[in-house]
């Protein structure tokens, strides 16, 4: 039997859209909250007010303290603002998140030598944001701790026990397995990966480039609203005019390159696997040592190691030369401005294909040889070519099961950092702009904020950068068979 | 059961944000951050400093730094940086203006620094404080400026004097004459700097002006002439090395070295700290030091000038410059006086000296030459050592320390692409300014007074001009 | 390329041929291609036992020589007992710190990842998909332009930017790399799917709960998901040389990765170029240990995953 891979339906429930949805969930919320508090016991209307009250009264000591505790910490953490580097977090991040009180600093008192620091705006906008998510934890925490006090009212109608620590941890491993397991998770991504985030993209409505911070003899920055977003269409201000002539440049060899990198390596690494996992051929693990040692030697190495061979004075020019093929050095990557921009693109595309193809390789290598054998011994049956079988059974398969590692890839060329700043530094530099030939978008933006200190710039070219990326992965990855059919295969 | 995961994240959070109490290690020690080359040096004077000063109560530890990127990081967050940083001189301004800095008030340190260094020096190391008091920040303990590196065996030592004798020697070896080691406003300096060079062979007349009275309270930016017609003259010279085969070159994107090594150039601008590169691209015995060479004017350089005559003689020139000490603002207030006493000892002349015969930092102070040259016959030091250190003192006389004492000025200078305008017009390439300005050619004479213009008007006011005005050249 | 010269072989003999052909052509095109792989490692191993002098000083710049002119051990013997940034021995410390980093974020992040991959795959529960999204979403976000941000978080909790105990730096830096790995489940997530729910079914009617199922049940058979995902993480602090440098701090060498020691010798602002063949010799050593293991771990890697009672 040959089980076709498009044959499984898709059944599609009419969800409401989610503004309904989120609409109808804050009523339900509402309502629930007054319902709580007009029939629950003491223990729940206490915890309206003290976290866990409610768990002390039905006798879990434990949840309550751990509640307890957690309030008892955040609500000191808001009032008395602990800080870093002179500025403080708790209540007075929130005030500061205005940026309106703010002072230059520097006066210094030689007899003491007490030197008096300015107001440091980024943090003061870094420690507003981490205070504001505390809050909200605050909330989180408060609400649940009514729920929890409010379940155990709850069992006692009904008859049954409140339910004990230790109950409660089993829970934790069973039907909330994923609360346990996802936790540790959610906590990093917050920390490391959503605050910086939206720390980032507020900088894109700020004045925060420190080269015009510079200019003006200044250490503070202010908020200034959309200006930096008109600015990209106007040319105004310090990095305007390379952000109105090389974005749009820039972003579509970013997109080509994307494409590119992630095509031929994708198929070149299908090949390659085909090719190694040949029946009959010997030394399939000499082959597949030699070309891990690219995913194995680190970038920085290989790359730099390409990038010296194919120099003014590298190997391969040598070469050409005592061959009487060219007179003088061959700008292969574009590291000087005369180079060719087109010979630096291509060859970043085929040197990628030398760091990338492996991972396809390793990836595919499994995948191929764990494809049921029943598919084929079906279609052999049916007397299909060993290239329909290909196209019709294995390269289906193939991408059905990497389809995340495509979309993933797809993105990781998008910010491939690494390949471009090594090989070429984004050359060719065009004369006068910070964008070169090979910029990616990624590595410009290092340039205008590494480089320039332009953050508010940068935070509008990454916010632009982000709304195209994400559009075109969603929407590839909601076309995908892998997202919309997860269960055909299993 | 509710979901645990609340806890953990708030648990998390709280130590997240909780983690405020920092244990204080630092109050008794005195961090000093030197280049990452003379640590060694700087571990063992500090040693014999604690044992002269038995009184003295702090500890001392002394780290290695990439100098060039210190001011980078030190601004970022001066709290994790070392109460003594080393910068170079023309990082002061910003780091003044960054509230990064102390002011140098110790009577003994200021005198000591007045007394030992040359005026271009002391007028570079000040700036204003918040109270606009006009004070000491810095104390300078290495000299540094461009110099000639050369092939001995291609060039001779007569030939290195000048740019047409390294060409007639690089058209014999069938290479070109000379090389730079980057593209930037600090290397292009030995073209844009350039001096007449008199009948005696000292300077005559002066050279461009670049923030010259420049004031450190930001409210002038002094004045710049880059559009002088021994300015074009110069550049004009440039263009037609760069144009002949036995010219000048750009660096190699493989590096200098690369090009110095292979014979692809035969001589280097460059400075001291590129000794040790330049040493092993050529050999120890071949490498020769000295002046940046001189250049005689063509009737074609001169033509349609009126302040150049042909057979006028220039110097390539050079900012010459100092690395400093500094003291940290972020510093305990109570470490003050022991961080002073300590910088007072570290920018001595005995300590520059001393550091001069071991890691080869040239001397900072006035008359610095002289006491090389004791060094040299008391055999303390190599003979490519002396010729290192007389090639760069020498050629300090002929350069100026980069005016840049606020911010403003370095970021102006750097950072908005004059030296990339001026790249262009060496290679006669056009350059892009704004959308409705561009330089479409930078040969002709108008060409090179416009492009002329937009660099110094860049220099003032941070950005490149609109327009131009009508009668080049105009002051900015 | 690969099947089209064994197109419907008519009888068994040419059919063999072909087959012999095909091989054959396999052959070549694998040789040249490792070939093509080899030359850059070659040329860096060459370049790190390169020995050259030139009138007594030694060569330690890049040479347009493929083959070096004299070989010696010199360049490693220097790479470990010499000082840089007044760190004595310091190529020997930034190999052991960064050895450290590597193994604890292998090990956080693999099993992050494991845990993460597995709720999206076989437990179904509120917010999935959109948890899926989100994540999505949030990796499209160039993670360098937060780098300031985790630097001043890290600083908040003492692991970043702190002079008085840079160690505690490394822990930050560690933090900073393996947090955010659960964020990258979709490959092991894509392993779980081909598990088939039948086996997770038939455990739960017996009785398992969740975590049981996991430990039991998934874990074994992920055995090839897993040497991936610690190879990955265990890699990358080999080859990071930007984040690491913000987070430990210029100021504290004797606390730097690898990556960043050897990146700073060869790029610092004023790179000692003499250097290279040092730097080269520093390349071999770093590439040692993480090619054995990818050798060591690629029959687990690949054959791992048939090995598997994954088959359906």
């Known amino acids: 039997m040959a089980p076709s891979i498009k044959s499984a339906p898709i059944n599609k429930v009419k969800k409401d859209n989610f503004f309904v949805r989120f609409g109808r969930g804050i009523g339900e919320w509402f309502t629930n909250f007054g319902k709580r508090f007009a029939d629950g016991s003491i223990g729940t209307k206490l915890s309206h007010f003290i976290f866990g009250a409610g768990n002390f009264y039905h006798k879990q000591y434990i949840k309550g303290t751990m509640f307890l505790v957690l309030q008892i910490l955040i609500i000191l953490f808001l009032v008395l603002c602990p800080s870093v580097n002179g500025t403080p977090y708790g209540y007075k991040a929130l005030a500061n998140l205005s940026l309106s009180n703010v002072t230059e600093g520097g006066d210094f008192d030689p007899n003491t030598g007490a030197f008096t620091q300015g107001s440091n705006c980024m943090l003061m906008v870094l420690f507003g944001f981490v205070t504001i998510a505390v809050i909200i934890i605050y909330i989180i925490l408060w609400f649940k701790s009514i729920q929890s006090s409010y379940k155990a009212d709850m069992d006692i109608k009904v008859g049954k026990k409140p339910t004990t620590f230790i109950e409660d941890l089993k829970e934790l491993l069973d039907s909330k397995f994923h609360v346990l397991m996802l936790t540790p998770t959610c906590i990093a991504a917050l920390v490391f990966t959503v605050l910086p985030t939206i720390f980032m993209i507020s900088l894109a409505f700020s004045t925060y480039n420190q080269q015009d911070m510079d200019a003006q003899m200044t250490t503070l920055f202010h908020w200034n609203g959309f200006h930096n977003f008109v600015a990209v269409f106007t040319g105004d201000g310090t990095l305007g005019m390379e952000i109105k002539n090389r974005f749009f440049p820039v972003l579509g060899w970013t997109l080509v390159w994307a494409i590119l990198a992630t095509v031929t390596c994708y198929f070149g690494g299908i090949i390659l696997a085909l090719l190694i996992n040949k029946k009959g051929l ?52 574009g590291l000087n401005a005369a180079d060719n921009e087109y010979l630096a693109k291509v060859m970043v595309v085929i040197i990628n294909l030398w760091v990338g193809i492996p991972y396809t390789m390793l990836m595919t290598s499994g995948i191929l040889m764990n494809i049921p054998s029943d598919l084929y011994e079906a279609a052999t049956v049916d007397g299909a070519s060993k290239t329909k079988m290909f196209f019709k059974i294995t390269l289906p398969y193939v991408i059905f099961v990497t389809t995340p590692y495509l979309i993933s890839s797809f993105v990781g060329n998008i910010n491939s950092f690494n390949t471009i700043f090594l090989l070429t530094g984004g050359g060719p530099t065009y004369v006068g702009y910070q964008a070169g030939g090979t910029d990616l978008l990624v590595t410009w933006l290092y340039k205008v904020t590494i480089d320039q200190g332009s953050y508010n710039t940068g935070a509008v070219i990454g916010i632009f950068t982000f709304m195209i990326t994400a559009t075109i992965t969603l929407v590839t990855y909601r076309r995908s068979k892998a997202y919309n059919e997860e269960d055909t295969f299993q | 059961m509710k979901k645990r995961n609340l806890f953990l994240a708030a648990a998390a959070s709280i130590a997240t944000l909780g983690g405020l109490v920092s244990c204080d290690d630092s109050a008794n020690k005195i961090r000093v951050w030197v280049g990452e080359e003379s640590v060694d040096f700087y571990r063992t004077k500090v040693e014999e400093f604690k044992k002269a000063n038995a009184d003295f109560t702090y500890e001392i530890e002394v780290k290695g730094m990439d100098t060039g990127a210190a001011a980078g990081t030190i601004t970022q967050d001066p709290s994790a940086a070392a109460d003594i940083y080393t ?86 070896a069938g290479t070109k004459a000379w090389t730079v080691t980057g593209d930037d406003g600090f290397n292009n300096s030995f073209t844009v700097l350039a001096r007449k060079v008199g009948a005696d062979g000292k300077q005559a007349g002066t050279s461009v002006k670049i923030y010259e009275g420049a004031t450190s309270d930001g409210k002038s930016k002094g004045t710049s002439n880059f559009q002088g017609d021994d300015t074009i003259a110069s550049l004009r010279f440039m263009q037609r090395s760069i144009k002949d085969n036995n010219g000048f070159k750009w660096a190699s994107s493989d590096g200098w070295e690369k090009d110095f090594k292979n014979n692809g150039v035969l001589a280097v601008i460059g400075g001291a700290w590129h000794f040790n590169s330049a040493k092993a691209a050529v050999g120890e015995a071949n490498l020769g030091m000295t002046l940046i060479p001189t250049y005689t004017l063509t009737a074609a350089d001169v033509a349609g000038l009126t302040d150049v005559a042909e057979g006028d003689v220039y110097r390539g020139g050079t900012f010459a410059d100092c690395k400093v000490f500094m003291i940290n603002a972020s510093s305990k207030a109570d470490k003050y006086v022991s961080e002073q006493k300590l910088v007072k000892f570290l920018s001595s002349k005995e300590v520059q000296d001393a550091s001069f015969a071991d890691v080869s930092n040239v001397p900072a102070y ?111 | 390329m690969m099947n089209s010269n064994v197109s419907k072989p008519k009888h068994y003999r040419s059919q063999k041929k072909a087959n012999a052909v095909s091989l054959a052509v396999t052959y070549l095109i ?35 020589n493929f083959f070096p002119k004299a070989l010696g051990f010199t360049n490693y013997k220097n790479l470990f007992t010499a000082t840089y940034y007044g760190v004595s021995h310091a190529f020997p410390r930034w190999l052991l710190n960064t050895l450290i980093v590597a193994i604890v974020d292998c090990i956080i992040s693999t099993f992050l990842v494991l845990s993460v991959a597995y709720c999206m795959s076989k437990l179904k529960f509120k917010l999935r998909k959109a948890f899926m999204n989100i994540t999505m979403i949030i990796g499209l976000f160039p993670g360098f332009l937060s780098m300031i941000a985790i630097y001043f978080l890290l600083k908040s909790m003492g692991l970043s930017g702190n002079s008085d105990n840079p160690t505690l730096n490394i822990v930050g830096l560690v933090l900073a790399y393996s947090a955010g790995a659960g964020l990258g489940f979709q490959i092991a997530k894509g392993f779980f799917d081909i598990i088939p729910n039948s086996l997770v079914e038939s455990a739960k009617l017996d009785g398992c709960s969740n975590f049981k199922i996991f430990i039991k049940i998934i874990i074994p058979l992920a055995k090839p998901i897993i040497i991936y995902q610690a190879l990955m993480s265990f890699t990358g602090p080999w080859m990071d040389f930007i984040f690491a440098k913000v987070i430990i701090g210029s100021g504290n060498p004797e606390c730097w990765t690898v990556a960043v020691g050897l990146y700073s010798l060869l790029f610092g602002t004023h790179p000692d170029t003499n250097l290279f063949t040092q730097f080269a010799a520093g390349c071999v050593i770093v590439s040692l240990p993480i090619t054995t293991l990818f050798m060591f771990l690629q029959k687990y890697y690949v054959e791992g995953v048939t090995a598997g009672a994954v088959k359906g």
Not at chain 1, 314 to 323: A, F, H, K, R, T
Not at chain 2, 100 to 122: G, H, R, W, Y
Not at chain 2, 400 to 424: D, M, W
Request: with cysteine.
């Open chain 2, 87 to 172: 910068v170079a001189h023309d990082n002061i301004g910003k780091l003044v203006a960054a509230n990064c800095a102390k002011p140098l008030m110790d009577t003994e340190l200021v005198e000591q620094i007045n007394k030992d260094n040359p005026d271009s020096f002391k007028s570079v190391i000040k700036s204003l404080d918040a109270s606009g008091t006009e004070r000491v920040y810095a104390a300078p303990y290495i000299s540094q400026a461009l110099f000639l590196y050369y092939n001995k065996t291609a060039v001779t030592a007569e030939q290195a004097q000048t740019f047409e004798g390294l060409k007639e020697a690089a058209a014999a």
């Open chain 1, 282 to 333: 010997k030394g399939k693990k000499i082959f597949r040592t030699i070309f891990i040692l690219t995913i194995a030697v680190p970038q920085f190495i290989s790359l730099l190691a390409v990038r010296n061979i194919l120099g003014e004075y590298g190997p391969v020019n040598s070469l050409l030369q005592n061959l009487g093929w060219t007179t003088g050095p061959i700008g292969f990557l």
């Open chain 2, 366 to 476: 006035e008359g610095a030459s002289t006491k090389i040259k004791e060094l040299f016959d008391a055999k303390k030091i190599t003979e490519s050592q002396y010729q290192l250190a007389a090639a760069q003192t020498d050629m300090a006389a002929w350069g100026i320390p980069q005016p840049f004492i606020t911010g403003t000025l370095n970021t102006y200078y750097y950072s908005k692409n004059a030296s990339q305008i001026y790249k262009a017009m060496i290679d006669g390439s056009k350059y892009p300014t704004t959308g409705d300005t561009i330089l479409d050619e930078t040969t002709s004479l108008a060409g090179i007074r416009k492009g002329l213009y937009t660099m110094e008007y860049t220099w003032m006011h941070g950005k490149v001009p609109t327009s131009f005005p009508e009668n080049l050249p105009t002051k900015a």
């Open chain 3, 30 to 64: 694998l040789i040249v291609m490792s070939i093509i792989w080899l030359i850059p490692f070659v040329w860096v191993v060459l370049s790190s036992f390169r020995c050259e002098y030139v009138d007594g000083t030694f060569v330690g710049t890049v040479t347009s």
